[in-house]
């Protein structure tokens, strides 16, 4: 008897077990994330795989990264996926996201015009190049969008000791990372990218990166569920199965597998 019923319960947590997968089929989790992420065209890569093998479809509301979070706080997301570690982590202490994991790092780069006016090409670091842009006056298009590029770039400006902001030659795109270096293109202007969307970016006209490697253009994305408790309509399940994904073995080997032509773009980190 006592057998009978042991067998009968196992059964039951089996099926439901298998249930479980299947109730989240057909779903769909809207995803608020930065534009890096979507121009560079990881999105498209590795979007597929995870829909394929859950089921679940992801949608991605594509800003830059305080707008982003902006969604998330309101709860028009289920999941976060930004780059910006202080604003990221405010978001989490305020209630709004929870489990934030380390996703992915790649870089940025600063880009310019080929004859280099401003002679960045021969800084001893990153705050150095900004500092000789400033000096030269030469023209630079910012994102002005609150991204995550956006942010780290004043904070290179901060660091050079430099108020940008109300100069001649500064200008705010207002805009995603692709426009910005369309901009840029047209004015033969200098800019911060990240180097995921520089790598996809087609029209450079006389754009060429001019500085890299600098320890303090290291670009690291998290992921967070935004809040159920804040939010009662998130989906908690399937985000977290999304979230599970993209953190597990599976999910870093997806990451590491797109390239543009022979090159890595972003480079998963563990959790």
Do not use: C
């Not at 280099?116 to 000096?135: L, N, S, Y």
């Not at 790598?199 to 290291?218: C, E, M, P, W």
């Not at 989906?235 to 993209?246: D, H, M, P, Q, R």
């Amino acid at each position: 008897m006592a057998y009978g019923v042991l067998k009968f319960l196992r059964s039951v947590v089996l099926g439901l077990a298998a249930l479980a997968p299947a109730a989240q089929a057909g779903e769909t989790i809207v995803l608020a994330s930065t534009t890096s992420t979507e121009q560079s065209g990881l999105f498209n890569f590795i979007l597929p795989i995870f829909e394929k093998q859950s089921g679940i479809a992801v949608k991605v509301v594509a800003l830059g990264t305080g707008q982003a979070l902006d969604v998330g706080r309101r709860g028009d997301a289920d999941v976060v996926l930004v780059h910006d570690r202080p604003a990221e982590e405010k978001f989490v202490a305020d209630g709004y996201g929870i489990d934030r994991r380390n996703v992915m790092y790649n870089d940025f780069v600063l880009v310019g015009p080929v004859a280099d006016a401003a002679g960045v090409k021969g800084a001893k670091d990153v705050t150095d190049a900004f500092a000789r842009i400033a000096r030269k006056g030469s023209p630079w298009v910012s994102r002005g969008d609150r991204s995550g590029t956006h942010a780290a770039e004043l904070r290179f400006w901060q660091a050079a000791g430099v108020e940008p902001k109300g100069q001649g030659w500064y200008k705010e795109a207002g805009s995603g990372m692709g426009p910005t270096l369309n901009m840029a293109a047209g004015m033969g202007a200098y800019t911060l990218s990240d180097r995921g969307t520089w790598a996809s970016f087609k029209n450079r006209q006389d754009l060429t990166i001019l500085y890299a490697g600098d320890l303090k253009l290291y670009n690291p994305y998290g992921v967070m569920l935004v809040s159920p408790a804040k939010h009662p309509h998130v989906k908690k399940v399937a985000g977290e199965t999304f979230i599970n994904w993209l953190t597990s073995a599976e999910g870093r080997r997806a990451i590491s597998a797109y390239r543009i032509g022979n090159e890595q773009l972003f480079y998963p980190l563990s959790k």
